[in-house]
């Protein structure tokens, strides 16, 4: 069931950019092409998830049921969209819980809401056009279904957002995330890294970046590295391009960063590159103790996530974590360079997707809810599979070069195991594909707008200016 609060329409206004004729045949042709493709692969999914509630039905009939905890909570996730909601949500349900979801208004359509760990779904303002009408929704909501815990799963912006609300809803319910002050520090990627290093923990040589004339004068060949530049404020479109500084020439390198917005209402960070290995992690954390915590190699474009074990990475983490004192879901990314140092890149003050290798573990709920004893945090179990999204798969067959390419897609799907679908929960796997999906390309058509691509993990179109 969905219900909106009624809230006060926003006043802001948006600023409309010419687009041209052939851009909007492009959209309109790119909207039904992926349509039609959707709708030629329903009856192979809805197959899957009929076999899947067959086979549930038949083995629920043999396999002993899970004692639930003795004190079931009312637990609030948002971020409905996204597979990493699921995936609490499911955790959450599995150990006795009662779970609601909450999205913004415009992904009321979220495939995941016909969970069967879902017993009730919002809907709510956007946080960042309307803060105040998006806390009075949040209040509400948690007075109407009596929260007990409130859990964030946040994009990058509205992570703050939620921050800022924290103090109101903790006088209602646990609020497991940063406070704002915390969340300001760890989103600036300059500010977290001057707080690691006055810790004493390695991060890269950085300087913050307010105004074009700072690069074009900076003497890079006193360093031993070179450098890459990222806006410290969240940027969709920009914070792939790992551009290498200096460039080859000074023209060029001149070119590359007046073509930045770079000022001190937006600053930027320049940050020794470090070659090496690539790792994310999520550590969800109670007063500076890691309850949880994972650790994937990972890659800028990356949406498979197997946990592998490395002790640097976690000290680092419960270090950090331990001199701050917070509580929430924080996710860092590394660097371990080729001598085997690490350097933490940046942290992320919200849940990471690597937290669907958390699917088959029956601790989850306990180690965010605080209940138990805990000596070290729980990892992903042992023989859990790496997690990657089907649908994403697919797509990147039509991409192969070669035979070995071939091979290592089939692998990843072979060994691995899909992070929607559910055997004993299968309807989102048909409704995240062919529902969701399916009424956004709809709703980008009738507008005449593209996209870049379709991420299936967060559950939406990605645009240029998007959410």
Not at 131 to 151: G, T
Not at 190 to 213: D, H, M, N, W
Not at 238 to 264: G, H, M, Q, V, Y
Request: glycine share 4%.
């Amino acid at each position: 069931m969905v219900q909106s609060v009624s809230l006060p329409k926003s006043e802001t206004k948006s600023i409309s950019q010419p687009v041209s004729i052939i851009a909007r045949i492009n959209a309109v042709f790119r909207n039904i092409a992926t349509f039609i493709l959707l709708l030629l692969v329903l009856p192979i999914n809805l197959s899957i998830v009929l076999l899947s509630l067959l086979l549930n039905t038949i083995s629920s009939s043999f396999e002993q049921k899970i004692i639930p905890t003795a004190n079931p909570k009312n637990i609030l996730i948002s971020g409905a969209k996204m597979t990493k909601a699921l995936q609490l949500a499911r955790s959450f349900h599995s150990a006795g819980h009662r779970v609601i979801l909450i999205e913004t208004h415009k992904y009321w359509l979220s495939g995941h809401r016909f969970s069967q760990a879902v017993d009730n779904f919002y809907t709510a303002p956007v946080p960042e056009r309307e803060p105040e009408a998006y806390m009075k929704a949040l209040i509400n909501i948690v007075k109407r279904e009596k929260i007990d815990a409130y859990i964030p799963v946040t994009s990058p912006v509205a992570s703050y957002y939620d921050a800022l609300a924290k103090e109101s809803l903790s006088q209602h319910c646990e609020v497991i995330h940063v406070n704002d002050a915390e969340c300001l520090m760890l989103d600036d990627k300059f500010a977290f890294s001057e707080k690691a290093r006055s810790l004493g923990l390695s991060v890269p040589k950085s300087f913050k970046i307010t105004s074009p004339e700072q690069v074009l004068n900076f003497d890079f060949s006193q360093e031993k590295r070179k450098y890459i530049i990222k806006s410290i404020p969240y940027d969709s479109v920009r914070r792939l391009d790992l551009t290498k500084l200096p460039c080859e020439t000074t023209a060029k390198t001149e070119e590359f960063i007046k073509s930045l917005p770079i000022s001190p209402d937006k600053p930027w960070i320049m940050q020794e590159f470090i070659p090496g290995k690539e790792y994310c992690t999520h550590s969800t954390v109670r007063n500076g103790e890691v309850r949880l915590h994972c650790c994937c190699e990972s890659s800028a474009f990356q949406v498979n996530y197997e946990n592998v074990e490395h002790l640097g990475i976690r000290q680092w983490v419960t270090h950090f974590v331990k001199a701050l004192g917070v509580t929430g879901q924080l996710s860092f990314d590394f660097i371990e360079s080729e001598d085997g140092s690490i350097y933490a890149i940046e942290c992320n003050p919200r849940t990471h997707s690597a937290i669907t290798t958390f699917y088959n573990h029956p601790g989850v709920a306990d180690a965010y809810l605080g209940d138990g004893v805990q000596t070290q945090p729980i990892e992903p179990l042992v023989d859990s599979k790496p997690t990657y999204w089907l649908y994403h798969e697919i797509w990147r067959l039509t991409g192969i070069r070669s035979f070995q390419d071939l091979k290592s897609r089939i692998s990843i799907i072979s060994q691995g195991t899909d992070a929607i679908h559910c055997l004993n929960d299968p309807i989102p796997f048909l409704t995240l594909h062919h529902w969701q999906i399916p009424l956004l390309l709809i709703k980008n058509l009738l507008q005449l707008k593209g996209w870049t691509r379709i991420d299936f993990n967060i559950g939406k179109l990605v645009e240029p200016g998007g959410d």
